[in-house]
Every structure is written in C-alpha cells, then in structure tokens.
C-alpha cells in the first residue's frame, strides 16, 4: 500500500506542477496568448522561460510514470503499464528536442515563418506518439473493463471511452481557431484521465465493480 499511496502522490504532484509551471510561464512572456499560442512555445528555442516549462514537462512525465507504476502494482495490466510508460518517454521526447520559435512564443504557433529543421520534426513526432499511447492506454482500460473479470472497475472503461473520444475531438480542434485554447482543453483532458486512473488504481479495491 505504501508503494501505492506513493505513485498516487507523485502523479498529482506532476500535474500539479505542470499546470503551476506551464501557466505561471506564460505570464512572464509579453504578448504571449494562452488562446492563441500552443504550450510548447513557452519551451521553445528562444523562449525566455524554456527552462521553467521544460521542467513542467518532466513532471508530467513523472506522473505518467506514476501511474504506470500503479496500474501494473493494483491491476497486474502490464499492457495499459506499458502504454503509460511509453506516454511518459514521448512526453520526454517532447520536452528534449524542442520546437523553434526564434522570434520568442508570442505569435509563433500562427507565425509564417517555416521551422522546418528535424528538431521540429522529432517535436511533432513526439507530440503525436504522446497521444496514440495515451489513447491507446485507455482503450486498453475501455476493453479490458467490458469483462465480468476485468481486473479494475467496469465503470472505469466507460469513463476512459468517454475521455479517449474528447481526446480525438479536442486534439482535431487545436489546428484551427484558439489553438492554444484547444490545445489546453486536449491536454487537460487527458491529465484529468490519469489523476482518474491513478486515484482508483491506489484507493479503490481493485476488484470493485
């Protein structure tokens, strides 16, 4: 129980932390937008705060971990463990290879000027593996929970279908209007179905229905 209590605190922790670090850094910056600018601009290449929202990052991916930890310790699912672990190493990848905003973060996600270099591109990619683990994560919960013998609560994979089709919707919108805005929305979503699974996977009875 006590490793349990431990990943519990660890994952809200991150994501505490990561909202604290992420919103706090775009107050610093002039001009920035938290409707208009994506969150990765505060960790850019030219971002005056990289190093705060770097460190947001690596929280989240902490909490990621956590929640790996946890799910593989109460419900033996080594599968939605792994997904986890890998939603964690994109987040890394994300938070490593950084995009580039050489004009600063205000404005860069609907800047005109191309950044094409493989930094960008490895960026991109981790953005994208981030969300095809997460979702993969929670259709592992969505499946195993239609089951008499799913090993955590049934209800559990109702909610995680819920939230895998908000993360699909919310991420489709983060291209067009208020990219920033939807971008946050998406990520939120997300971050609200970890602290999800990582509190009924270290307070409830595994085997509740």
């Not at 349990?4 to 107050?27: K, M, N, P, Y």
């Not at 705060?52 to 463990?81: E, F, K, P, Q």
């Amino acid at each position: 129980m006590g490793q349990l209590r431990d990943a519990r605190v660890v994952a809200i922790l991150g994501v505490v932390l990561f909202w604290s670090g992420t919103l706090g850094a775009g107050t610093l910056v002039d001009g920035y937008s938290a409707q208009a600018d994506y969150i990765s601009s505060l960790a850019s290449r030219g971002s005056p705060v990289a190093a705060l929202v770097i460190g947001a990052m690596l929280c989240s991916a902490a909490a990621h971990l956590a929640a790996s930890r946890a799910v593989l310790d109460a419900w033996s699912s080594r599968v939605c463990a792994a997904f986890l672990l890998a939603t964690a190493m994109a987040t890394l990848v994300v938070a490593t290879f950084r995009s580039s905003c050489p004009d600063g973060p205000a404005g860069c996600a609907i800047s005109e000027t191309p950044a094409g270099d493989w930094i960008d591109a490895v960026h991109k990619a981790g953005v994208g593996a981030y969300e095809l683990f997460t979702l993969a994560a929670m259709l592992t919960l969505a499946i195993g929970g239609l089951g008499r013998s799913s090993q955590w609560p049934r209800w559990l994979g109702r909610v995680s279908s819920v939230f895998a089709i908000g993360s699909i919707l919310l991420l489709g919108q983060s291209d067009g209007d208020h990219p920033g805005m939807w971008q946050r929305l998406w990520v939120a979503n997300n971050l609200a179905w970890l602290l999800v699974v990582a509190w009924v996977a270290t307070v409830r009875d595994p085997v509740a229905k």
